[in-house]
C-alpha cells in the first residue's frame, strides 16, 4: 500500500477545469429548447392573495406560461424529511393556496424563451394583497421552546439543561459576568447564485441543480411530485460555494420542475442575488445572555446560557447555539436555555459551523470579559478550566487538543509579548489590540457507499454520489483511493455529484471525508484485495497485468459504537491581532493564528485553504456581514452586495498562519478525521472581538463592529 499519497499537498485534481471555465455548474448545461423562468415575490409578509392580474404578462412577447395557485397542477407533496431539513413543520408548498407566509412567498411563475423575457414579464403580474397581521420584529416576538429532536449523530439536543444549581452558584461567586450579545442576520452570498435546470421525459424528471446533497433533492422532488424516486435525477458535479445554502432542498427547484411540466420545455430558473435574501435560509438573528460566575482562583462556577432566535412560522429550525456551552469549560453548574422567535419570516437555515460559530462567540467573549475581571490571562484562564472528560455527556474525550493547539498558537502568535492593559499597545497612532477564543465543532458521521473499480490498464474509478462545494472533495477523495489502492493519483478517477451513484450523505457539518472518506477506503480496500485474490499470491502491480475485464467492489461504512462510548469533536485556538484607528474607528485584522486539533489531515493543502476560508469569514461575521431587517415588514434593505458588505482581498490581513496539532484518534472514524470545514470559523469572531477591546477598552456585544460603535 502507498504511503505517499495521504498527508500529501496534491494540488485540485479539477483545478484545470475550474480555472478554465471548463467546470460546469448547474446553470450552465446547454440543452435544446431551453426556456426561463422568473419568480413573482410577495410584498407584504402575511396574508392572502386577493386579486391577481396576469393578462398583460401572458401577453407579452415570448411568454410561454404564467403559473399561480389558481391555474397550477395539485401537487401530492408527500411526507419527506431528509436529515437537513426541520424536523417539526411542514414545507412551503408552491403554488398550491392563495396564503403568504413571509416577505418574498412566491404567488406566480412567468415561463418565457428568453430571460429577460421571463424577467420583464413578471413586472407585468399585478397582484392584490389581504394583509394580515405580522410579527416581523425580533424585539417583540415571543420566544417558545422548540421541540426536543435528535441530531445527525443520534444525541438528543434538548432545548434547556440543568447541571447542578447555576443560578445559587452564580449567586455566591466571588466574581461575575452577566451579558447579552447579539448576532443578526447573516444571509449566504457564494459567488454561483441558486440555479436549477428542470427536464422531463414523461414521468421521469431530471434537475441540473446547484445542491449539497443530490440524493435528498432527489427524494424531495420525488415527494413533491408523488413519483417513484428512480423516476428523479438530480446531477450537480460542481457546486461554486454554498456553506449550507444548499444543504435543503428549496422552492425554487420545485417551481422550475413545475415550469417545466407546464411548458413541456426543460426550464432554467436562477435566482437573482436580491432574490437569495428570501429565496434561500440565511445564519438566524441571535440573542443570547451569558452569565458566568468563578472564584478568585478562576475556576468556573456557574455558567448560564440562554439563546433566543428568529425562525418562521410554518416550520421550526433550532440552532445549536448552546451545544459547547455544556462541554467546552469544566464547570460543576451549568444551566442552558433554548428559545425560538415565531416569525413572519422565511426559515432560516445552517450557515457555516451553524450554532457553534454564533454560540460560541458569546460564551468566549463572557471568557474574555471574565479574565479581565480577574486580571488573569484569557489563556490561562481557559487552562485553568480545562475539563478532563465531556462533563455534560458524563464521557471521555476520544482526543482533545486544546492545551497543545493553545501553546502552538500562542508561541507562534508571540503572546507573551502582549501587554495585557486596553489601550497600551500602539503602532503609530493606530491602536494595536491581541485576542483569542477556543474552536470546536463536533465529529459527525453517517453511513456512506462508494464503489470502486480496477481496468486491466492500471487505472480505477471510484464513485459515491457526494458533492464539492469547494474544500476539495474530488481531490481528496481521489488521494484516499489511490493511498488504498496502491497507485498514483493520476490513475486514479473520481466521480460525484449524481443522485445515481452509490448512497452518500449531505455534503456539510464536517462529515465529508469521514463518512464518504471511509467508504472509499473500504471499497478500494475490498477491490484491491480481490484482485490480489485472483492472481494467486502475485503482487499487486502482477495482478493488475493478469487482469482480463474490470472488477469492482462496493461497500457501505456505518459509524460504529464509539459516539457511545466517546465524546467526539475537534478542538482549536484562533489569535488575534487587529489595528483600530481612533479617529475613524476602522478595524483591521493585522494577523490570524489558528491552531487545530482535526485529527488526521488528508491533504494540508486544502485543509489549509479550508482554515483560511474559515478565518475570512469569520472576519466578515465580527465585522461586516448584517442583513438589515424592516422591521416593519420583514424586508431586507440591503438585499444586494453593494449594501451588504463581504470581506473581500483588501480585508484579509497579510498574515494568516494555520497550525494543525498531530492527533491520532483511532475511536471516531476508520480514516481517523475529524473534518475542518467549520471548526475553521468558529472562535475568529470572538477573538476578534476580544481583540478589539484590548485595543479600545470598550467591549461591543452587538455584531458586527462597524466604525460607528467605536467612535
Keep these: 500500500m502507498s504511503s505517499s499519497v495521504i498527508g500529501q499537498p496534491v494540488s485540485r485534481v479539477d483545478g484545470r477545469l475550474k480555472v478554465t471555465g471548463r467546470a460546469t455548474y448547474a446553470a450552465e448545461f446547454p440543452m435544446a429548447g431551453l426556456a426561463h423562468a422568473a419568480v413573482v415575490r410577495s410584498t407584504v409578509a402575511s396574508g392572502r392573495v386577493e386579486a391577481l392580474d396576469t393578462t398583460a404578462a401572458e401577453r407579452a412577447p415570448g411568454v410561454l406560461a404564467v403559473l399561480t395557485h389558481r391555474n397550477a397542477p395539485r401537487l401530492p407533496y408527500r411526507p ?343 489601550g497600551s499597545m500602539r503602532d503609530g497612532r493606530l491602536r494595536l489590540g491581541w485576542g483569542m477564543a477556543t474552536a470546536t465543532y463536533p465529529m459527525n458521521h453517517a453511513p456512506a457507499t462508494a464503489r470502486a473499480r480496477l481496468f486491466p490498464d492500471g487505472t480505477a474509478e471510484v464513485s459515491s454520489a457526494a458533492s464539492d462545494m469547494g474544500p476539495g472533495t474530488w481531490t481528496s477523495m481521489t488521494q484516499v483511493a489511490a493511498h488504498t489502492l496502491g497507485l498514483p493519483v493520476e490513475r486514479v478517477r473520481f466521480l460525484l455529484g449524481d443522485s445515481r451513484l452509490p448512497q452518500a450523505p449531505v455534503h456539510g457539518g ?41 472488477i469492482e467492489a462496493t461497500e457501505t461504512v456505518q459509524p460504529g459504537d464509539a459516539g457511545a462510548r466517546y465524546s467526539m469533536h475537534a478542538f482549536g485556538a484562533v489569535f488575534v491581532e487587529v489595528s483600530v484607528d481612533p479617529d475613524l474607528g476602522e478595524t483591521r485584522v493585522r494577523r490570524i493564528v489558528g491552531a487545530y486539533g482535526a485529527g488526521r489531515v488528508v491533504n494540508p493543502k486544502l485543509a489549509r485553504g479550508q482554515c483560511i476560508g474559515g478565518m475570512i469569514g469569520g472576519i466578515g461575521m465580527a465585522l461586516m456581514e448584517h442583513a438589515a431587517v424592516d422591521p416593519r415588514n420583514g424586508r431586507v434593505i440591503n438585499a444586494n452586495l453593494a449594501e451588504y458588505p463581504l470581506p473581500v482581498h483588501g480585508d484579509a490581513p497579510p498574515v494568516m498562519e494555520v497550525l494543525f496539532v498531530p492527533e491520532e484518534d483511532p475511536h471516531v472514524n476508520p480514516l481517523g478525521v475529524k473534518g475542518l470545514g467549520e471548526i475553521a470559523m468558529v472562535g475568529v469572531a470572538p477573538a476578534i472581538l476580544n481583540a478589539i477591546h484590548h485595543a479600545t477598552g470598550r467591549r461591543i456585544r452587538e455584531l458586527p463592529v462597524t466604525p460607528d460603535k467605536l467612535l
Design 510 to 550: 464536517s462529515l465529508t471525508m469521514a463518512s464518504v472518506g471511509s467508504a472509499v477506503q473500504a471499497a478500494c480496500r475490498k477491490v484491491r484485495d480481490d484482485a490480489l485474490a485472483g492472481a494467486g499470491g502475485a503482487d499487486f502491480a502482477q495482478a493488475l497485468r493478469r487482469l482480463e475485464r474490470p
Design 80 to 422: 419527506h424529511k431528509g436529515a437537513v431539513d426541520p424536523a417539526v413543520g411542514e414545507r412551503l408548498h408552491m403554488l398550491q393556496d392563495d396564503v403568504v407566509n413571509h416577505q418574498g412567498h412566491p404567488v406566480a411563475l412567468v415561463i418565457a424563451g428568453t430571460l429577460e423575457q421571463a424577467q420583464h414579464a413578471a413586472t407585468l403580474v399585478r397582484v392584490r394583497y389581504a394583509s394580515q397581521p405580522a410579527q416581523t420584529d425580533a424585539q417583540r416576538a415571543v420566544p417558545v421552546a422548540p421541540t426536543p429532536i435528535q441530531s445527525d449523530q443520534g444525541e438528543q439536543r434538548p432545548p434547556a439543561t440543568d447541571r447542578g444549581d447555576a443560578d445559587r452558584a452564580l449567586s455566591a461567586a466571588h466574581v461575575k459576568v452577566d451579558q447579552t450579545y447579539v448576532i443578526p442576520r447573516e444571509n449566504h452570498n457564494p459567488i454561483e447564485l441558486h440555479a436549477t435546470i428542470a427536464a422531463w421525459e414523461g414521468e421521469r424528471l431530471t434537475l441540473w441543480d446547484k445542491t449539497q446533497w443530490v440524493q435528498n433533492t432527489a427524494a424531495e422532488l420525488a415527494a413533491v411530485f408523488g413519483l417513484p424516486q428512480d423516476h428523479v435525477r438530480v446531477i450537480s458535479p460542481f457546486v461554486g460555494g454554498a456553506f449550507g445554502s444548499a444543504l435543503r432542498t428549496w422552492p425554487h427547484v420545485t417551481l422550475a420542475a413545475l415550469g417545466a411540466r407546464a411548458v413541456g420545455r426543460p426550464v432554467k430558473l436562477v435566482l437573482t442575488r436580491r432574490e437569495m435574501y428570501y429565496g434561500v435560509g440565511y445564519r438566524p438573528h441571535t440573542v443570547q445572555r451569558v452569565a458566568l460566575g468563578a472564584g478568585r482562583d478562576g475556576r468556573l462556577q456557574a455558567i448560564v446560557h440562554e439563546s433566543r432566535q428568529e425562525g418562521s412560522t410554518y416550520e421550526e429550525f433550532a440552532e445549536a447555539l448552546l451545544n459547547a456551552t455544556r462541554f467546552l469549560h469544566s464547570c460543576p453548574n451549568v444551566r442552558t436555555e433554548h428559545r425560538i422567535l415565531r416569525m413572519n419570516v422565511h426559515t432560516p437555515t445552517y450557515m457555516r459551523a451553524p450554532g457553534e460559530a454564533s454560540g460560541v462567540c458569546a460564551l468566549e467573549c463572557a471568557l474574555d470579559e471574565l479574565a479581565v475581571a480577574l486580571d488573569v490571562d484569557p489563556v490561562e484562564l481557559r487552562l485553568r478550566n480545562e475539563p478532563q472528560l465531556d462533563e455534560f455527556k458524563r464521557l471521555p474525550f476520544s482526543s482533545r487538543a486544546t492545551r497543545e493547539a493553545y501553546r502552538q498558537a500562542a508561541e507562534r502568535f508571540g503572546w507573551s509579548r502582549r501587554d495585557p492593559a486596553p
